[in-house]
């Protein structure tokens, strides 16, 4: 096992593009994760666009035929799920990870490269669906059947069938990856850190494989009872034959809820990293925040059903009590982030801005779903775009933004270059304005009855203010994308000279050089908590064990 | 790029420096961990589609639409008989794997050669006994029995098929000298796929046949 | 711990204090006032939603005070301890404490288990059924189309409506102050009944017969005076999904008496037989898999046609062949023909034009097609 005698850093990266799509560098395919999600993320945008203009005004403006509207918002989601949050997090975690516990490289570096390249794969056959007839998969995100069963009116072409062998496939990825993840975790972490030295974006990550683990097999048993049934004459959720249509959600949710916090605990690991490094101060709570992780991790398998509160189907006082319980350990994670934040010494560089974003905007979408935790409330509330308001608010206000504090973080470690901090700025105080000028009025609109899914509504329904709102703020998000797209490009070009740690970072990536070389350290630093390059920078200041 | 980064407060502040010097292995391998792992996300697989079946199952309790189906299936038949082999090779693959431990590699094997048959026949059995069910009307799609039925047992042929592939791997290798008791990993991991194939059988076998 | 040493009221403890303020004043008054009126849901109209409305205020209330009081730390710490140029002091390194930690654990859960508690409470009003409904109604919703069956003490149908919107002559009438009982089926795909003002919806899934119950509340309607409530079906059905509104009329229980009569009236009468064909020519139209064979048919003007239509879905999947002008009009609208069955529909004399002939039930693109005249 080679960790020592490195090239020097500076020619590790002048490679040719052959270099780069046969890598099994946990770096590069780091990277790589994050353009191909970057990518998917612009295309989900797309498709968010086309909603928004359709729906800026009542009547069918953009499409002439509301099948394509289906389409749009189910290919939307899919990508923004699949093809971009998930593989983003774990991309961002692929880079982050092996360098923060001081190790060379993953553990199974060519099982690496092949998550990764299921990725665009599997991302090209689900748009592949629009080549086709009858178009792209329209059943929704959660294409419940019997819609998404083969016959004339419910989903008759190829294009359900893609969507499925797709998921199945990025399904597969993420799989790999969370076995990846854990055997790293576990067996490769540098002499000297414990579990519980370990940085939080770590631990996050280990809490997300193991969801990720858990979880994710379910939903390929749903996948494929649903493609059994549409292509072998399979009877899973067809009635009339004995076939139950709930058992899908059921199953559906069982990985889809668990998921949901895949999406977002690395996010919250992220901003758990930032907080600490732009405050200088330890983050407050060490234990409690992982042991808050892994409680939400364990409670998460048992609110499924929370989607489901209007079949009829399900016993609601569980699953309601369940939902409202999984407030409390979030909770602490959100106290734990302002107590770092108080009495600290706070600076305002990008990657701080997008993680106090997360903070504000993800209280919202936290605080929002437990309105659904409380069934009667729900059954005013389910399907309409108060559900949407309050995914966006923790998908995008959460998720989103600790993507971005992610990127601007770690972007000078990965190209040695300093994004610019002006255009940083403008970035987000664009991104968050738009934010909320489409996704807060959504509150509204469910509120007034504004059912989700559907591509048009009468003009006296009252709806047409704050869609025309909702509207201008999506296209705002996407303005603010462009000045982000311009920083990298400059930036890798011009950009400011990073050097190994140009924000004094805590953990151990911020030790080696900027890039790093291809197995990442030839020596480390001596772990002694779980803030290594601050003990070596400041001595152990007052180092109190983290209290639980 | 310079030089000048975290490192140089590193060695101003004098704190101590390690050599990093590789990982020393501690506990499992990690192909076997990995396996392991593997193996979880396969049990949960399974577990959606074993809460497909009892859901089923249990939507249907007094229904024709379930009880005629499932009379078909005799527990006294050629199925025994798969069951009996497919149990046997646990056995034998366990053997294999003892032996390489010891440094038996003739042991090793044979008794892998033993296992790789004794899939391939579960297999062709398993496939015979499909023909018998098609021949008596039973098929994925005649109805919810059928289709759990065939999804159940298919996934799990497809399992053993798998594994059938990963023996025939680890017999190559056995045979051009790869193994030696210190270097095994390969073989512990699939031989622990193995036995959660052969598990997962066994659950198959008591659901379907005995506890109707 | 020891702090760092204290300065006097910084500038931005100021900015902070007024951010506090204004946050505190503004939500209140955000709450109470007209858009604030936009973070509530609408007038409850039946008992079961005023319950829902109560707890939705409580609900809100303390997701209010949550928000203020955490997103104003947030904003407070983000203010206060900004770092200033050239401070390279440490400011105390706090790990944790305690106490603390257990007050903001403990705090959340007596919450979010009060809340449980009343949401359970209300649960238990709001998803009762109880044995004896004074009015029971058997809602089918069918792609993309509701139908409501009225049916007596027994069960036993007496009257269908398969009219669902007032605008078009029909709705679900109830009569105020009175139990109702809906059962809920669906022959396709699931559904959802939804009616806003009701603050309920509930899914109508094949194979899983739902049911809900409701009382409006007797001040919504007098004699003549009904109240029109829109519903919409809740759950993506497919390519009409939008499509698929409807209406619940509240009526005094005068006025329900008279109307069901009529609608009793009406589904007993006798279909009109089918007038016979005119001078004009007669056309043929099939209809399979929920499309029709043909997307273009041509009539001469001036003249009175027929179309000789052959449904051959299965039961239960309804058709017909609607007409309208180019402005989007219905002008013929026969009776629907069940799958299975044949009909001959018979239209008046059309002036030139361009026309769509379209299925009622199924407004898709593969039941529509375009009408010449010439
Ligand atoms: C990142 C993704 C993410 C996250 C983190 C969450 C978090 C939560 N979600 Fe959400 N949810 C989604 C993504 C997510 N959700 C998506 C995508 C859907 C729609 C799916 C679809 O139908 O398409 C959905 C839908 C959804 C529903 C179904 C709504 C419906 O269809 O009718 C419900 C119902 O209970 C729900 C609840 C919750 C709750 C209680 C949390 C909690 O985890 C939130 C906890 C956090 C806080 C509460 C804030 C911080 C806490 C405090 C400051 C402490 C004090 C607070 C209290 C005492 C309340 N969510
Ligand atoms: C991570 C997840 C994620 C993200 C980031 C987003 C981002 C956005 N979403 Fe999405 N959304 C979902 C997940 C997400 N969404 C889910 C799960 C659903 C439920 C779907 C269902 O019901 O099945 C949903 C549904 C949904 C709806 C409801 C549709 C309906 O029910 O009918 C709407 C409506 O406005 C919407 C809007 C938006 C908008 C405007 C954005 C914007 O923030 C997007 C901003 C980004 C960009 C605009 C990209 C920048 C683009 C460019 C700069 C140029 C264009 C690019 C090219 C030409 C390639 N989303
Ligand atoms: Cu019926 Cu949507
Ligand atoms: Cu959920």
Same mark, same amino acid.
């Given at each position: 096992?080679?960790?020592?005698?490195?090239?020097?850093?500076?020619?590790?990266?002048?490679?040719?593009?052959?270099?780069?799509?046969?890598?099994?560098?946990?770096?590069?395919?780091?990277?790589?994760?994050?353009?191909?999600?970057?990518?998917?993320?612009?295309?989900?945008?797309?498709?968010?666009?086309?909603?928004?203009?359709?729906?800026?005004?009542?009547?069918?403006?953009?499409?002439?035929?509301?099948?394509?509207?289906?389409e749009?918002?189910?290919?939307?989601?899919t990508?923004?799920?699949?093809?971009?949050?998930?593989?983003?997090?774990?991309?961002?975690?692929?880079?982050?990870?092996?360098?923060?516990?001081?190790?060379?490289?993953?553990?199974?570096?060519?099982?690496?490269?092949?998550?990764?390249?299921?990725?665009?794969?599997?991302?090209?056959?689900?748009?592949?669906?629009?080549?086709?007839?009858?178009?792209?998969?329209?059943?929704?995100?959660?294409?419940?059947?019997?819609?998404?069963?083969?016959?004339?009116?419910?989903?008759?072409?190829?294009?359900?069938?893609?969507?499925?062998?797709?998921?199945?496939?990025?399904?597969?990825?993420?799989?790999?990856?969370?076995?990846?993840?854990?055997? #790293?975790?576990? &067996? %490769?972490?540098?002499?000297?850190? +414990?579990?519980? @030295?370990?940085? $939080?974006?770590?631990? =996050?990550?280990?809490?997300?494989?193991?969801?990720?683990?858990?979880?994710?097999?379910v939903?390929t048993?749903?996948?494929?009872?649903?493609f059994?049934?549409?292509?072998?004459?399979?009877?899973?959720?067809?009635?009339?034959?004995?076939?139950?249509?709930?058992?899908?959600?059921?199953?559906?949710?069982?990985?889809?809820?668990?998921?949901?916090?895949?999406?977002?605990?690395?996010?919250?690991?992220?901003?758990?990293?930032?907080?600490?490094?732009?405050?200088?101060?330890?983050?407050?709570?060490?234990?409690?925040?992982?042991?808050?992780?892994?409680?939400?991790?364990?409670?998460?398998?048992?609110?499924?059903?929370?989607?489901?509160?209007?079949?009829?189907?399900?016993?609601?006082?569980?699953?309601?009590?369940?939902?409202?319980?999984?407030?409390?350990? #979030?909770?602490? &994670? %959100?106290?734990?982030?302002?107590? +770092?934040?108080? @009495?600290?010494? $706070?600076?305002?560089? =990008?990657?701080?801005?997008?993680?106090?974003?997360?903070?504000?905007?993800?209280?919202?979408?936290?605080?929002?779903?437990?309105?659904?935790?409380?069934?009667?409330?729900?059954?005013?509330?389910?399907?309409?775009?108060?559900v949407?308001?309050?995914?966006?608010?923790?998908?995008?206000?959460?998720?989103?933004?600790?993507?971005?504090?992610?990127?601007?973080?770690?972007?000078?470690?990965?190209?040695?270059?300093?994004?610019?901090?002006?255009?940083?700025k403008?970035?987000?105080?664009?991104?968050?304005?738009?934010?909320?000028?489409?996704?807060?009025?959504?509150?509204?609109?469910?509120?007034?009855?504004?059912?989700?899914?559907?591509?048009?509504?009468?003009?006296?329904?009252?709806?047409?203010?704050?869609?025309?709102?909702?509207?201008?703020?999506?296209?705002?998000?996407?303005?603010?994308?462009?000045?982000?797209i311009?920083?990298?490009?400059?930036?890798?070009?011009?950009?400011?000279?990073?050097?190994?740690?140009?924000?004094?970072?805590?953990?151990?990536?911020?030790?080696?050089?900027?890039?790093?070389?291809?197995?990442?350290?030839?020596?480390?630093?001596e772990?002694r908590?779980?803030?290594?390059?601050?003990?070596?920078?400041?001595?152990?200041?007052?180092?109190?064990?983290?209290?639980? | 790029?310079?030089?000048?980064?975290?490192?140089?407060?590193?060695?101003?502040?004098?704190?101590?420096?390690?050599?990093?010097?590789?990982?020393?292995?501690?506990?499992?391998?990690?192909?076997?961990?990995?396996?392991?792992?593997?193996?979880?996300?396969?049990?949960?697989?399974?577990?959606?589609?074993?809460?497909?079946?009892?859901?089923?199952?249990?939507?249907?309790?007094?229904?024709?639409?379930?009880?005629?189906?499932?009379?078909?299936?005799?527990?006294?038949?050629?199925?025994?008989?798969a069951?009996?082999?497919?149990?046997t090779?646990?056995f034998?693959?366990?053997?294999?794997?003892?032996?390489?431990?010891?440094g038996?590699?003739?042991?090793?094997?044979?008794?892998?050669?033993?296992?790789?048959?004794?899939?391939?026949?579960?297999?062709?059995?398993?496939?015979?006994?499909?023909?018998?069910?098609?021949?008596?009307?039973?098929t994925?799609?005649?109805?919810?029995?059928?289709?759990?039925?065939?999804?159940?047992?298919?996934?799990?042929?497809?399992?053993?098929?798998?594994?059938?592939?990963?023996?025939?791997?680890?017999?190559?290798?056995?045979?051009?000298?790869?193994?030696?008791?210190?270097?095994?990993?390969?073989?512990?991991?699939?031989?622990?796929?193995?036995?959660?194939?052969?598990?997962?059988?066994?659950?198959?076998?008591?659901?379907?046949?005995?506890?109707? | 711990?020891?702090?760092?040493?204290?300065?006097?009221?910084?500038?931005?403890?100021?900015?902070?204090?007024?951010?506090?303020?204004?946050?505190?004043?503004?939500?209140?008054?955000?709450?109470?006032?007209?858009i604030?009126?936009?973070?509530?849901?609408?007038?409850?109209?039946?008992?079961?939603?005023?319950d829902?409305?109560?707890?939705?205020?409580?609900v809100?209330?303390?997701?209010?005070?949550?928000?203020?009081?955490?997103?104003?730390?947030?904003?407070?710490?983000?203010?206060?301890?900004?770092?200033?140029?050239?401070?390279?002091?440490?400011?105390?390194?706090?790990?944790?404490?305690?106490?603390?930690?257990?007050?903001?654990?403990?705090?959340?859960?007596?919450?979010?288990?009060?809340?449980?508690?009343?949401?359970?409470?209300?649960?238990?009003?709001?998803?009762?059924?109880?044995?004896?409904?004074?009015?029971?109604?058997?809602?089918?919703?069918?792609q993309?189309?509701?139908?409501?069956?009225?049916?007596?003490?027994?069960?036993?149908?007496?009257?269908?409506?398969?009219?669902?919107?007032?605008?078009?002559?029909?709705?679900?009438?109830?009569?105020?102050?009175?139990?109702?009982?809906?059962?809920?089926?669906?022959?396709?795909?699931?559904?959802?009944?939804?009616?806003p003002?009701?603050?309920?919806?509930?899914?109508?899934?094949?194979?899983?017969?739902?049911?809900?119950?409701?009382?409006?509340?007797?001040?919504?309607?007098?004699?003549?005076?009904?109240?029109?409530?829109?519903?919409?079906?809740?759950?993506?059905?497919?390519?009409g999904?939008?499509?698929?509104?409807?209406?619940?009329?509240a009526?005094?229980?005068?006025?329900?008496?008279?109307?069901?009569?009529?609608?009793?009236?009406?589904?007993?009468?006798?279909?009109?037989?089918?007038?016979?064909v005119?001078?004009?020519?007669?056309?043929?139209?099939?209809?399979?898999?929920?499309?029709?064979?043909?997307?273009?048919?041509?009539?001469?003007?001036?003249?009175?046609?027929?179309?000789?239509?052959?449904?051959?879905?299965?039961?239960?999947?309804?058709?017909?062949?609607?007409?309208?002008?180019?402005?989007?009009?219905?002008?013929?609208?026969?009776?629907?023909t069940?799958?299975?069955?044949?009909?001959?529909?018979?239209?008046?004399?059309?002036?030139?034009?361009?026309?769509?002939?379209?299925?009622?039930?199924?407004?898709?693109?593969?039941?529509?097609?375009?009408?010449?005249?010439?």
């Amino acid at each position: 096992m080679a960790t020592h005698a490195l090239a020097p850093a500076t020619t590790a990266y002048r490679t040719g593009l052959y270099e780069w799509l046969t890598t099994t560098d946990h770096k590069k395919i780091g990277i790589m994760y994050v353009i191909n999600s970057f990518l998917f993320f612009l295309i989900g945008g797309f498709f968010a666009l086309g909603v928004r203009a359709e729906l800026a005004q009542p009547g069918l403006q953009i499409f002439s035929d509301e099948h394509v509207y289906n389409e749009f918002f189910s290919i939307h989601a899919t990508v923004m799920i699949f093809l971009f949050i998930i593989p983003m997090l774990a991309g961002l975690g692929n880079y982050a990870v092996p360098l923060m516990i001081g190790a060379p490289d993953m553990a199974f570096p060519r099982v690496n490269a092949l998550s990764f390249w299921m990725l665009p794969l599997g991302g090209l056959l689900l748009l592949s669906g629009f080549l086709t007839q009858g178009g792209a998969a329209a059943a929704g995100w959660t294409s419940y059947p019997p819609l998404s069963e083969v016959g004339p009116t419910k989903s008759p072409g190829p294009g359900q069938d893609l969507w499925i062998v797709a998921l199945t496939l990025i399904g597969t990825s993420s799989i790999l990856g969370g076995i990846n993840f854990l055997v #790293t975790i576990f &067996k %490769m972490r540098a002499p000297g850190m +414990t579990l519980f @030295r370990m940085p $939080i974006m770590v631990w =996050t990550i280990l809490v997300t494989s193991v969801l990720v683990v858990m979880a994710t097999p379910v939903l390929t048993s749903a996948l494929v009872m649903l493609f059994i049934d549409r292509n072998y004459g399979g009877h899973f959720f067809d009635p009339s034959f004995g076939g139950n249509a709930v058992l899908y959600q059921n199953v559906f949710w069982f990985y889809s809820h668990p998921a949901v916090y895949v999406m977002v605990l690395p996010a919250m690991g992220i901003v758990s990293e930032v907080l600490p490094v732009f405050t200088r101060k330890p983050l407050f709570g060490y234990k409690a925040f992982i042991f808050a992780t892994a409680g939400i991790g364990a409670l998460g398998f048992s609110v499924w059903a929370h989607h489901m509160f209007t079949t009829g189907a399900v016993f609601l006082p569980f699953f309601s009590l369940m939902t409202f319980l999984i407030a409390v350990p #979030t909770g602490v &994670k %959100m106290f734990n982030w302002v107590a +770092t934040m108080w @009495r600290g010494k $706070i600076s305002f560089s =990008t990657p701080m801005l997008f993680a106090v974003g997360f903070l504000a905007m993800f209280l919202i979408g936290g605080i929002n779903g437990a309105f659904s935790a409380a069934v009667p409330v729900d059954f005013a509330l389910h399907d309409t775009y108060f559900v949407v308001a309050h995914l966006h608010y923790v998908l995008f206000g959460g998720s989103v933004f600790g993507v971005f504090a992610g990127i601007y973080y770690w972007f000078p470690k990965m190209t040695g270059r300093l994004l610019d901090e002006t255009l940083g700025k403008v970035h987000f105080v664009i991104m968050i304005i738009g934010f909320n000028l489409t996704f807060f009025p959504m509150h509204m609109l469910g509120l007034q009855g504004m059912p989700r899914r559907i591509a048009d509504y009468a003009s006296n329904a009252g709806w047409n203010d704050w869609n025309l709102v909702a509207s201008i703020g999506g296209f705002i998000i996407a303005a603010s994308i462009l000045p982000f797209i311009w920083n990298v490009f400059i930036s890798l070009r011009n950009g400011k000279i990073a050097g190994d740690d140009p924000w004094e970072g805590n953990t151990l990536e911020w030790a080696t050089s900027s890039p790093p070389p291809p197995y990442n350290f030839d020596r480390l630093p001596e772990i002694r908590s779980e803030r290594p390059l601050f003990d070596v920078r400041h001595g152990r200041l007052d180092h109190g064990d983290a209290t639980a | 790029m310079t030089a000048e980064g975290a490192l140089q407060p590193i060695d101003a502040t004098g704190a101590p420096i390690v050599v990093q010097e590789g990982h020393v292995a501690r506990g499992i391998s990690n192909p076997i961990l990995g396996m392991l792992l593997f193996i979880t996300s396969e049990v949960m697989f399974f577990s959606g589609l074993f809460a497909a079946y009892f859901s089923t199952r249990a939507h249907n309790a007094d229904s024709d639409v379930w009880t005629k189906p499932q009379q078909l299936l005799n527990p006294l038949s050629l199925i025994l008989v798969a069951t009996i082999l497919l149990i046997t090779s646990s056995f034998t693959c366990q053997f294999a794997v003892w032996a390489i431990r010891r440094g038996d590699r003739r042991g090793f094997i044979r008794n892998i050669a033993f296992t790789f048959v004794l899939g391939i026949v579960f297999l062709l059995l398993q496939g015979y006994d499909y023909t018998l069910l098609f021949g008596e009307g039973m098929t994925l799609g005649s109805g919810v029995f059928g289709t759990t039925y065939f999804t159940l047992t298919g996934f799990h042929g497809a399992h053993v098929f798998g594994g059938v592939l990963m023996l025939g791997v680890i017999l190559y290798r056995g045979m051009s000298g790869q193994f030696s008791s210190k270097h095994h990993d390969a073989v512990e991991a699939v031989s622990l796929y193995w036995h959660f194939v052969d598990v997962v059988w066994i659950i198959l076998f008591s659901v379907l046949y005995l506890l109707s | 711990m020891s702090s760092s040493p204290r300065r006097r009221i910084a500038p931005e403890a100021v900015i902070a204090a007024v951010v506090v303020i204004l946050l505190v004043v503004l939500v209140p008054l955000v709450v109470y006032s007209k858009i604030g009126e936009s973070l509530f849901p609408p007038d409850a109209v039946t008992k079961q939603a005023q319950d829902v409305r109560s707890l939705y205020n409580i609900v809100f209330a303390i997701a209010v005070a949550i928000f203020v009081a955490v997103e104003g730390l947030i904003v407070w710490s983000v203010i206060r301890y900004r770092r200033k140029p050239g401070d390279d002091e440490l400011p105390a390194q706090t790990h944790g404490n305690t106490l603390i930690e257990i007050i903001w654990t403990a705090i959340p859960t007596v919450i979010v288990l009060f809340l449980f508690g009343l949401s359970f409470n209300t649960l238990a009003t709001v998803d009762a059924v109880g044995n004896n409904p004074d009015i029971r109604i058997h809602a089918v919703a069918q792609q993309f189309q509701w139908t409501f069956e009225y049916l007596d003490q027994n069960g036993n149908k007496v009257a269908t409506q398969t009219i669902p919107t007032a605008a078009e002559g029909g709705g679900m009438a109830v009569p105020v102050g009175k139990n109702v009982l809906v059962t809920l089926d669906s022959p396709d795909v699931i559904h959802a009944f939804y009616v806003p003002r009701f603050l309920f919806k509930r899914d109508v899934i094949p194979g899983q017969t739902n049911r809900f119950q409701f009382t409006i509340d007797p001040s919504e309607a007098t004699d003549g005076h009904p109240e029109i409530l829109s519903g919409q079906c809740a759950e993506l059905c497919g390519t009409g999904h939008r499509t698929m509104l409807f209406n619940v009329i509240a009526m005094s229980q005068n006025d329900y008496d008279a109307w069901l009569q009529a609608l009793i009236t009406k589904s007993n009468a006798t279909p009109p037989p089918a007038p016979s064909v005119g001078a004009g020519a007669t056309l043929n139209v099939t209809a399979q898999n929920i499309a029709f064979d043909t997307k273009s048919l041509t009539v001469a003007a001036g003249q009175p046609f027929a179309i000789d239509f052959v449904n051959k879905d299965p039961a239960g999947v309804d058709h017909n062949i609607q007409i309208r002008d180019a402005s989007g009009n219905v002008i013929a609208d026969p009776p629907l023909t069940d799958g299975g069955q044949s009909a001959t529909y018979t239209y008046q004399a059309l002036p030139p034009g361009t026309y769509t002939f379209i299925c009622k039930v199924h407004p898709i693109a593969a039941m529509t097609g375009t009408l010449t005249v010439h």
